[in-house]
């Protein structure tokens, strides 16, 4: 087996997104933070504010940690990105499919913008879950994985 073609790319790869997603987590807490403010209740129901700012660090802290984990290539790395990716699509399938529940002036989508934020969202969930579980992928998060792919060619 040639190294180019190792798994590790595709690890590699999972823990960049893992890296996009944490950042775009601490840039819309700077967006919610600016846009809302702490402290006053200009736009709307404070509770709700607070909610998503601690979703927000919730899933920074989560794909942040994933990030150094799946680069380190520990397994609770990757165990800890494929929970936070699966409840991360589901909250957003939620706001997507259902804003009602999650907030009070919901906004209408399309039909062309449901299918597709649906389909970017479970992509984003189907792919590093069908990667990161297949066998040859998976043997890398335990130890002594590196020696099985050396030794087969």
Request: a positive charge; hydrophobic letters at 55%.
């Amino acid at each position: 087996m040639h190294k180019r073609f190792l798994p590790k790319w595709g690890v590699w790869i999972c823990a960049a997104w893992a890296l996009a997603l944490a950042v775009l987590a601490v840039a819309n807490l700077l967006l919610l933070t600016q846009a809302a403010g702490l402290y006053h209740d200009d736009n709307g129901d404070q509770t709700q504010i607070w909610i998503i700012f601690l979703l927000n660090v919730c899933f920074g802290l989560a794909f942040a940690a994933s990030t150094y984990g799946l680069w380190r290539q520990k397994n609770w790395g990757r165990l800890l990105f494929l929970w936070s990716i699966v409840v991360w699509s589901g909250f957003n399938f939620l706001a997507l499919f259902a804003p009602e529940i999650l907030f009070s002036s919901s906004r209408q989508y399309t039909t062309s913008q449901l299918t597709t934020n649906g389909v970017r969202f479970m992509l984003g969930m189907i792919v590093p879950l069908l990667y990161l579980n297949l066998p040859r992928v998976k043997a890398l998060f335990y130890t002594g994985a590196e020696n099985i792919f050396e030794s087969s060619h």
